[in-house]
């Protein structure tokens, strides 16, 4: 039986409204399921709103119905569309198209329309509009110790691990009830005693650039096969830096559940080695050789040249810094005829890119900057039209077209930002033999 504070006992008991009620019966549910004896506050919440196309399960125009049914969880009753929770921050994540434009990667007016629609809808409930899955970049950053919840799994990694900040991977319908309720269970990562790390693992391969990065938490993903192990990196590596770590975290996210990651020296909770293990011994030792390294290239990286349609940049979201090199790739040069080259970022960072003049670049370049969304979340409506081939620069896109696009005989090919920029200005992709076959 989880104790409910007054002020969560009044809410449980409608005396909030009948939107925040259902919403903290939810999260009280959730709580008794995972053996949880209280709540806690969350101060900041990132939702998957929008129009997503999961949602047409619910056939009906009535944003209310469809709410109540697959965020709210209730088949019975509508909900009408109240406040969230004053006490908690919330913003969108990723949407399923770009919020400004949907031609340029073929969305229907239709889809976008609805989707302005449906944000505009949650904004006015209290869900500021931000389209980010990387909101650590524009200004949400929960501190060490503050309660959040997130509909990224990057961010989960990201947040707990970097800032110190406490969440565990809830989902997108916990997340919701959070934003809506401003409570969480506290369980999890929420306990200090839950944070510690289990593993300990060496890094024994390159970690010089943001694709080292991407492959090292590629190939952790994969040694993590127990569930529940918080790891912590340790060995003679090049210290990342953010653009790094939002790589090493989206695919350690990707092939893996991992939810908080120690790095000594670098993380919040892991100024040393004994610091992350809090006086414990780990469960377990591992490395990261060079042989898994170059395992995980050869996992996202498809052998052999091919013509490309798609190079797509920008997953995690990418960041000023990161507009701004492939701005100077491109400056002065052209993609080729019949290739969409994507590059993807959040509003904010957006108008940053054409304050600065890096957009303009893109755009003279037959480049596209869009915001908000990715093609993995859009749908299959983007990628649908590939036959040839498409190249990314984030193991997570690699990772996911290869279960899509490889059986229809598309290749999927993966390296660094210049290796994909390059690429696509030469209209395909072509093996270079170096220490792989990304550089």
């Not at 909101?135 to 691990?161: D, K, Q």
């Not at 406490?166 to 506290?186: F, M």
């Not at 908000?372 to 036959?387: K, Q």
Request: net charge negative.
């Amino acid at each position: 039986m989880v104790k409910l504070t007054e002020y969560e006992q009044k809410m449980y008991d409608g005396g909030m409204g009948a939107f925040k009620q259902r919403a903290i019966h939810k999260i009280v549910d959730y709580a008794n399921a995972l053996g949880a004896k209280e709540l806690c506050t969350v101060s900041k919440a990132t939702v998957y709103f929008g129009y997503h196309p999961y949602l047409d399960a619910v056939e009906s125009e009535d944003y209310d119905e469809i709410f109540s049914k697959m965020v709210l969880c209730d088949n019975e009753n509508v909900y009408k569309l109240d406040s969230f929770s004053e006490e908690c921050f919330a913003q969108t994540c990723v949407g399923p198209c770009d919020h400004y434009c949907h031609e340029p990667v073929g969305i229907s007016k239709e889809v976008f329309d609805k989707n302005r629609k449906f944000l505009e809808l949650t904004r006015e409930a209290g869900v500021s509009i931000a389209g980010s899955c990387t909101p650590y970049l524009s200004g949400w950053l929960p501190l060490r110790g503050e309660h959040f919840v997130s509909t990224e799994s990057s961010n989960i990694l990201m947040c707990n691990s970097i800032l110190g900040a406490c969440a565990n991977a809830d989902g997108l319908e916990a997340s919701a009830w959070s934003a809506i309720c401003g409570r969480t269970p506290l369980w999890g990562l929420h306990i200090k005693e839950n944070r510690y790390a289990t593993h300990v693992v060496e890094i024994c391969c390159p970690s010089e650039t943001p694709l080292d990065w991407d492959m090292i938490g590629y190939a952790l993903g994969k040694k993590l096969t127990e569930g529940n192990e918080r790891p912590v990196l340790v060995g003679d590596f090049k210290k990342p830096d953010l653009d790094k770590l939002k790589k090493c975290f989206s695919s350690l996210a990707t092939t893996s559940g991992c939810e908080i990651c120690h790095i000594v020296g670098c993380t919040a909770e892991a100024g040393t080695l004994e610091e992350a293990l809090a006086g414990y011994e780990p469960k377990k030792r591992q490395t990261i050789t060079l042989e898994d390294y170059e395992d995980a290239v050869r996992a996202n990286c498809d052998a052999g040249s091919a013509d490309l349609q798609m190079v797509v940049l920008g997953c995690p979201h990418y960041s000023l810094a990161e507009i701004r090199a492939v701005a100077a790739i491109l400056k002065g040069r052209k993609v080729a005829d019949g290739v969409s080259l994507q590059i993807w970022t959040d509003m904010a960072i957006q108008q940053l890119a054409e304050v600065n003049g890096y957009a303009a670049i893109i755009k003279e370049a037959g480049a596209y900057l869009l915001n908000s969304a990715c093609p993995l979340v859009c749908g299959r409506t983007v990628y649908d039209r590939i036959t040839t081939g498409v190249a990314v620069d984030g193991a997570k896109q690699a990772h996911y077209y290869h279960s899509d696009l490889s059986s229809r005989g598309c290749k999927i090919f993966y390296g660094d930002t210049e290796k994909c920029v390059e690429a696509a200005i030469k209209g395909r992709w072509e093996v270079q033999p170096c220490r792989n076959v990304l550089f």
